[in-house]
């Protein structure tokens, strides 16, 4: 192996890793601002620290969630296809693995000028989901012909232009959301986010908040957000695990009693959710702050995109409402998929949950309770019907059995091999085009804030 592969796979992994980005605009900014050594030091090593919590808390989540969706695969008998964006990309790697990671440096490289030279101000930080889009970029590009410096350069470009418009899409929500933070969607589940948050408006009221529901004083218990999730999640749990039976349960729970398995599962579950919101806690309290350096001094106005977990803390009940409504949406959507004689696309727990608790964060922003419960079950119905549409385009390389989970990934693949289907490559080249123009416009159009929709309504 070379030396110059050697480097370039050492960025490949650095840019992998959304903790590191983090550190690195972090480290950027203090260094801009001119803090002492000390607070550079700190500022930078806890948004990486927040981060790695962060991911170890989603890490235990996806761990617990796997023995449950086994078991309601099981207990209910269900077979098909489970969206898991992991898994694709594990399998993608073996065919596409230079053209990934040279559209992921390009994508990076890209967004950044974008931020710099438009009015998209959004750096997209979350490294492993830029990771993933570069991954489908390469499969659907190279499907339709591209190779080489060709395919690495539109694919580059298209993702660091999404990387900058999707956030900006719903920039707007996203302020409610946050009552003005300066952050921004940085995940690629945004058009369900933003969907949810659309129909919300129409649900509900946002002063009926999910975290200004009244519960009575024996009840107060629920509102601390760990023992309110450890309890919803054990009746999860219970109820897969007798559908499934004992004997197969054992299978999963080792020595451990099988009933006994699903309820400590249940409670690791809990557990991981409160050690995101502790690190979502640590990345706030000193991202947001460094980021103003590069706001101030490289890349004027600039405004951090981060993972979409990071939002967690800001609704918490929420979390629980959009999961659940999105679960169901996900089984609904399932089932009409399986009428009209469709591939089923089983309900993905993992998706479900990140991609439905902050469906129902967006919902509860615009519409309150109604509003996080009815958006986020359209963002399941999104993130069933997506995944099955994008299939025959993945399937043309070899995907058949596997799918990426969250909206932004099948909208553009659909859309791309759509593109391509009715026209060839000048179809990809018409959607470079429009993307282009999309980018350059705003520049000449007088707007009430310094970045697109960074404006609340």
Known sequence: MSTFTIILEFFRDVLKQPALLMGIMALIGLVALKRPTFKVMTGTLKPILGYLMLGAGADFIVANLTPLGKMIEEGFHITGVVPNNEAIVSVAQKVLGIETMSILVAGLVINLLIARFTKYKYVFLTGHHSFFMACLLSAVLGASGMKGAELIFIGGFILGAWSAISPAIGQKYTLKVTDGDEIAMGHFGSLGYYLSAW???????????????????????????????????????????????????????????????????????????????????????????????????????????????????????????????????????????????????????????????????????????????????????????????????????????????????????????????????????????????????????????????????
Request: aromatic share 12%; hydrophobic share 55%; net charge neutral.
């Open 199 to 457: 129909v919300g408006k129409f649900a509900g009221k946002p002063e009926e908040s999910t975290e200004k529901m009244e519960v009575p004083e024996q009840w107060g218990f629920l509102r601390d957000t760990t023992i309110s999730t450890a309890l919803t999640m054990m009746i999860f749990y219970l109820i897969a695990a007798f559908a499934a039976g004992a004997s197969y349960v054992n299978t999963l729970s080792g020595e451990m009693s099988p009933f006994l398995f699903a309820i400590m599962s249940a409670l690791k579950f809990a557990v991981g959710v409160t050690i995101v919101y502790a690190g979502v806690r640590m990345i706030l309290g000193d991202l947001i702050p460094a980021f103003q350096g590069i706001a101030t001094k490289i890349i004027p106005n600039a405004i951090p995109a981060v993972d979409c977990a990071v939002f967690f803390t800001y609704a918490p009940t929420a979390v629980v409402i959009g999961f659940i409504s999105s679960f169901i949406g996900g089984i609904i959507g399932m089932l009409l998929l399986g009428t009209a004689g469709g591939v089923l696309i089983i309900p993905g727990l993992v998706p479900h949950f990140f991609c439905g608790a902050t469906a129902g964060i967006y919902g509860n922003a615009t519409g309150g309770r109604k509003g996080a419960a009815l958006g986020a079950f359209v963002n399941g119905l999104a993130i069933t019907f997506l995944p099955a549409f994008l299939l025959p385009v993945l399937g043309q390389l070899g995907f058949q059995n596997t799918t990426f989970g969250d909206a932004d990934f099948g909208f553009l693949g659909i859309l791309l091999g759509k593109a391509y289907d009715a026209v060839g490559p000048a179809g990809i080249y018409i959607l470079v085009a429009i993307l282009v123009i999309v980018l350059v416009i705003p520049n000449h159009i007088k707007t009430k804030a310094h970045a697109i929709n960074n404006v609340q309504g």
